[in-house]
């Protein structure tokens, strides 16, 4: 399954502003836009925005989605503890007629 | 509110099948289309198909085709997910979720360990 490419891991401050990044290509992300979950350990995901900057009723203005092409950014302001989890981008693939989903990163709040 | 609600853990010897349910509620059952979603343990999220409760009609992954069959009871507003020729590798957690523009709702996800 041709999936979507994330870093694997990034680390920020506390307080601070991290900006995750998500690659796909024209089929997926460049063309039906992107969406962001998080994931706590031991939880299911959590949906925090689609089709590339639409954010869930309920999720913190803190979180907030753009796309450039075929690359996905999930921007993260006012770093706080919470916001230690795994993230993962996802897209409809219209040549594989599929869900794809990135490989996730790691956030660390130090 | 929208809930979905997985059945429990299940244990199984490689070469069985499993079938997992997910029980919604909270909206109009027919309208939104259902992913299967799996995560093995450490591992990331990998899409296994979708199914559309109105009508039944599904779309699986290329690599669990043949191997995975979806289904609805729309008296009850329940999918299922059976998954057929188990081995060691599909041990993960699998998940339902509801598909609005993108996967919303989750279910709490059900374990399923293969093992002999």
Known sequence: QAGLTQPPSVSK?????????CTGNNNNVGNQGAAWLQQHQG????????RNYNRPSGISERFSASRSGNTASLTITGLQPEDEADYYCS??????????????TKLTVL | QVQLVQSGTEVKKPGASVKISCKTSGYTFTTYYMH????????????????????GSTTYEQKFQGRVTMTRDTSTGTIYMELSGLRSEDTALYYCARESNSPDYWGQGTLVTVSS
């Open chain 1, 43 to 50: 939880q299911p995901p959590k949906l925090l925005s689609y």
């Open chain 2, 36 to 55: 299967w979603v799996r995560q093995a343990p450490g591992q990331g999220l990998e899409w296994m198909g979708i199914i559309h409760p109105s009508d």
């Open chain 1, 91 to 104: 897209a409809w693939d219209s040549s594989l007629s599929s869900w794809v989903f990135g490989g996730g």
């Open chain 1, 13 to 21: 401050g506390l307080g601070q502003t991290a900006t995750l990044a």
